[in-house]
């Protein structure tokens, strides 16, 4: 089934609205869980929220890094800044790797390739490669993708995507759900 550009630029529209909510409470859960009294990253229950705000942030730019290369060469004919804020967030989420660990590490115990156990601490490599080591270093990732209320920063991920979002709708991608 081919689209034409209304129902591309909608479908796009969409599926960032469904991005920006998603990114921007994933931020919100981290960000309530550190402030929480109590909150002790040593402890199996805030790891395991941190393994899930990890594994949903991965899917998300994930998807989003997908939605940037449906729309291709499309974004060389945004207007500036938003064409250049565009290829920045695609490039980082490709400097990161996160697409690469979606696809082999985050749904999967089994490498797809050689059908064998993956290693858990190649995984957790990897994973700390894209978000690091520490609480205040997955701070800072959150807050280039979602940075706090009330904090503005037009080249954060969320920040983007409102741009790209209603750039949509300004050029036809005005319709329903699809």
């Not at 960032?16 to 550190?34: G, K, W």
């Not at 804020?85 to 990161?96: D, G």
């Not at 985050?106 to 993956?118: C, E, F, I, M, Q």
Request: hydrophobic content about 40%; glycine content about 6%.
């Amino acid at each position: 089934m081919v689209f034409d550009m209304n129902e591309r630029l909608n479908f796009l529209k969409w599926a960032l609205c469904d991005l920006i909510v998603d990114l921007t409470i994933n931020t919100e859960v981290f960000r309530d869980a550190v402030q929480r009294t109590g909150f002790d990253p040593n402890l199996p229950k805030d790891q395991a929220l941190m393994r899930m705000v990890c594994s949903a942030l991965v899917v998300n730019l994930s998807k989003l890094s997908e939605a940037l290369g449906y729309l291709g060469k499309d974004i060389n004919f945004l207007e500036e800044p938003l064409r250049s804020q565009c290829i920045s967030v695609k490039q980082e989420i490709e400097s990161r790797k996160i697409y690469q660990f979606r696809n082999k590490y985050a749904a999967h115990l089994l490498d797809n390739k050689t059908k064998l156990p993956l290693s858990l601490m190649e995984g957790e490599r990897r994973l700390t490669a894209i978000f690091g080591s520490t609480i205040g270093e997955l701070n800072d990732f959150c807050d280039w993708v979602c940075p706090p209320a009330g904090e503005a920063n037009k080249n954060s991920v969320t920040s983007v995507l409102c741009d790209l979002r209603d750039y949509c709708r300004q050029k036809g991608g005005n319709g329903p759900r699809p």
